[in-house]
DNA sequence: AAGTGCCTCAACCGCGGCGAC
DNA sequence: AGTCGCCGCGGTTGAGGCACT
């Protein structure tokens, strides 16, 4: 390939955008709408590389963007949200209408991923202790875990379960605490309404759905030599994950042995289970997401 | 009032996916 | 089938604002 980055091209501005570029970019999409953002500057008439216009209509002058602080229920969405697909934010954002990926993740990296690690290190919570803190080394649990796809997939089902089992005590705790304690933090606030709501975890409903019997009948056995044979490197201790040491990585050729392997089953009866996985979550999120399921009686109803 | 440290968030960077050729 | 180029995503950075001493 060897492709030269667009932004490299010599001349064109970087940094914090001015109002009149603002406007520019305003005008030029709003009469001829978003799309072709490599030509887009050029016809717009700003020195700027198509990314960064790209990225300062999506993020910041979209006219559908919601601003102001995050509702107890989008905090919520996200939560749970997370636990299930991870640092999917586009996807996550795809659920919070008027919710940009980058500010919801700006609001994990700085808000709840600390106050997941603060209750951690409380000690309330060991399970997530693991979780927060190896996620953030560079030498942790996700950069850790292998190539291999069944490999990524149980670790991510692992540390979602797990997260969402402490998540769980941890509402439970700090809404129990609300309901006595009249602050007006907005932590507080928010585990009020949770405890209001006290709503089930979608992960864990997942998880003890069929689509986790399944998952947990494959893998149960011998679930932490087919952790380390497919290249997890983690090992549970009193249900708390750590990172393990590194092992030599499998030949590629390999991977797909692994893969099945891991979970004893065949390709197919493991691609059966992934499909099963997207259509469970894929209703879930095509009927509007946690909001809307909030919003509506029967659907929360239906949830339950 | 000045200095310092912390926090937030807009913006950048690098990479992978995917369609066009 | 291989290459090119655009788009979008996730991780990271750093400037500016804020709180504290």
Excluded at 116 to 137: F, K, N, V, Y
Aim: some cysteine; aromatic content about 8%; glycine content about 8%.
């Amino acid at each position: 390939m060897g492709r030269t980055p667009c932004c490299d091209i010599k001349g064109l501005k970087k940094g914090p955008w001015t109002p009149e570029e603002d406007k520019l970019l305003l005008d030029y999409v709003q009469a001829s709408g978003p799309g072709n953002w490599r030509m887009l500057p050029k016809l717009a008439g700003l020195n700027r590389c198509g990314k960064s216009c790209r990225l300062r209509w999506t993020n910041y002058l979209r006219p559908d963007i919601k601003r102001g602080p995050f509702t107890p229920e989008e905090h919520k969405s996200i939560l749970q949200l997370h636990a299930v697909v991870g640092n999917k934010w586009s996807m996550i954002a795809a659920q919070l209408p008027g919710r940009t990926d980058n500010e919801i993740k700006n609001y994990w990296n700085t808000n709840l991923k600390k106050q997941l690690r603060q209750a951690a290190l409380a000690g309330e919570h060991p399970a997530l202790a693991a979780i927060t803190t190896t996620a953030d080394s560079p030498a942790g649990t996700a950069a850790t875990i292998s190539s291999s796809p069944a490999a990524r997939h149980a670790a991510q089902w692992e540390t979602a379960r797990l997260e969402a089992e402490a998540r769980l005590s941890l509402l439970s705790t700090s809404g129990a605490a609300a309901a006595t304690a009249t602050t007006s933090s907005s932590s507080s606030t928010v585990a009020a309404a949770d405890a209001e709501h006290s709503a089930p975890d979608i992960f864990l409903r997942l998880w003890n759905s069929e689509v986790g019997d399944i998952f947990r009948s494959s893998s149960s056995t011998a679930a932490v030599a087919r952790e380390e044979d497919a290249g997890v490197l983690l090992q549970r201790q009193e249900g708390v994950l750590l990172p393990m040491e590194p092992k030599p990585a499998e030949d590629s050729s390999a991977t797909s042995n692994v893969t099945t392997a891991a979970y004893g089953l065949t390709a197919d009866e493991y691609q059966v289970f992934l499909d099963m996985a997207a259509e469970d979550l894929g209703g879930f999120f095509h009927g509007g997401g946690f909001s809307q399921i909030y919003q509506s009686p029967s659907l929360f109803a239906e949830f339950q």
